[in-house]
């Protein structure tokens, strides 16, 4: 549930960069 919430976020920030986008998810599944 936090997870949707986390990325929701970011999909919010980002927007329409789906490169940069990537690079947060694949950031967040690191920690």
Known sequence: ???QCFFAG???I???RS???E???R?????
Do not use: T
Not at 27 to 31: C, D, L, M, P, V
């Open 10 to 12: 970011i999909r919010d």
């Open 23 to 25: 690079k947060e998810l």
């Open 19 to 21: 490169g940069a986008y």
């Open 1 to 3: 549930m936090l997870n």
């Open 27 to 31: 950031k967040a599944r690191e920690i």
């Open 14 to 16: 980002v927007g329409g």
